[in-house]
């Protein structure tokens, strides 16, 4: 059974920063691309960042480029998600995401499994 249990989230100020992590159990996790997305008070749940499931490919949403990096350390089944230069429009529930399938993608329908969110508030 696979499971996806996010941490690191938190309250912060503008400006600084947060590690998420997510640990994965259960399949073969160097076969499954993972990725992260948010979801705001009221609004839709978005892209954020996608690692392929050997690492080598990336790819960020425009609002968090040069901001965030994504990577994974695949002995350990997990899955980061480092953000700085927070800005408040960055307050949202971040979700771990993980493909049945090595290939990064942008679409959360292309995913297949999730977690159960850790909440991240950055303060003006």
């Known amino acids: 059974q696979v499971q996806l249990v996010e941490s690191g989230g938190g309250l912060v100020q503008a400006g600084g920063s947060l590690r998420l992590s997510c640990a994965a159990s259960?399949?073969?996790?160097?076969?499954?691309?993972m990725g992260w997305f948010r979801q705001a008070l009221g609004k839709e749940r978005e892209f954020v960042a996608t690692?392929?499931?050997?690492?080598?490919?990336?790819y960020y949403a425009d609002s968090v480029k040069g901001r965030f990096t994504i990577s994974r350390e695949n002995a350990k089944n997990t899955v980061y998600l480092q953000m700085d230069s927070l800005q408040p429009e960055d307050t949202a529930v971040y979700y771990c995401?993980?493909?049945?399938?090595?290939?990064?993608?942008?679409?959360?329908?292309?995913?297949?499994?999730w977690g159960q969110g850790t909440q991240v508030t950055v303060s003006s």
């Open positions: 259960g399949g073969t996790f160097s076969m499954s691309a």
């Open positions: 995401a993980r493909r049945a399938s090595p290939q990064a993608t942008r679409g959360p329908n292309t995913y297949d499994y």
């Open positions: 690692i392929s499931g050997s690492g080598a490919t990336t």
